[in-house]
């Protein structure tokens, strides 16, 4: 596609549910990030794909997040038993040559 | 700039003057240096960007200064626009690590 798009937009789950967030990076990018921006606060690393290496999962904040991508293409963003701290902004970028990154709209996700 | 506790930092300037946004990196080694907008309710958006190896560039209305030595950035916007208003990222790293993102600032402007 011609951006990078995320699904939902919006998430309002109950505290302990799973999550699961969509990205679609932009066709024939290999590089693919997922962040988390808490409100007010700048983007923090959560995890980076690039092509069929093995995934960098440094920035994985708990067991209870994971993260998959199929080839090159989708990636989803799973967040086990939610804890109300999770409530965030999910931001999944994707890039072409690991330097300039384009970001989606990102999913904003609210634990009650 | 730094942030304090949950607030962002925020410059206030009136349409048609000059902004400019600082920003202190943290890794010496780090060679790649992008600036990113980000407007309510979207993901950022690339503005401008400079390698280590320059320490001046500049696009349409805005230019970005680096200094190595302090490791500083600060990116300057003219004659600023109701437009511009948004939180604006500086990003570092170095040959194909990820990005690692500054706190933010809060750029409002007055018409």
């Known amino acids: 596609g011609a951006g990078v798009s995320q699904s939902p937009s919006n998430k309002v789950t109950e505290k302990g549910k799973d999550v699961e967030l969509r990205c679609d990076p932009i066709?024939?990018?290999?590089?693919l990030y997922w962040y988390r921006q808490r409100l007010g606060q700048g983007l923090e690393f959560l995890i980076y794909?690039?092509?069929?290496?093995?995934?960098?999962k440094s920035g994985l904040p708990s067991d209870r997040f994971s993260a998959e991508r199929t080839g090159e293409s989708v990636s989803t963003l799973t967040i086990q038993r939610t804890q109300q701290e999770d409530s965030a902004v999910y931001l999944c970028a994707s890039s072409l040559d690991g330097r300039g990154y384009t970001f989606g709209s990102g999913t904003r996700l609210t634990v009650v | 700039g730094e942030s304090v506790g949950l607030h962002l930092p925020t410059l206030s300037v009136q349409e048609g003057d000059n902004s400019i946004i600082n920003c202190a990196y943290s890794?010496?080694?780090?060679?790649?240096f992008i600036w990113y907008k980000q407007e309510s309710g979207k993901g950022p958006q690339f503005i401008i960007d400079?390698?280590?190896?320059?320490d001046k560039r500049q696009g349409q209305r805005v230019t970005v200064l680096l200094n190595k030595t302090v490791k500083h950035l600060s990116l300057q916007i003219a004659a600023t626009q109701p437009g511009d208003s948004a939180v604006y990222f500086c990003?570092?790293?170095?040959?194909?690590?990820?990005?690692?993102f500054g706190k933010g600032t809060m750029l409002l402007v007055s018409p």
């Open positions: 794909f690039q092509g069929n290496s093995a995934p960098d």
């Open positions: 990003a570092e790293n170095r040959g194909y690590s990820t990005l690692t």
């Open positions: 890794n010496s080694a780090s060679d790649y």
């Open positions: 066709s024939g990018h290999t590089a």
């Open positions: 400079i390698r280590s190896n320059m």
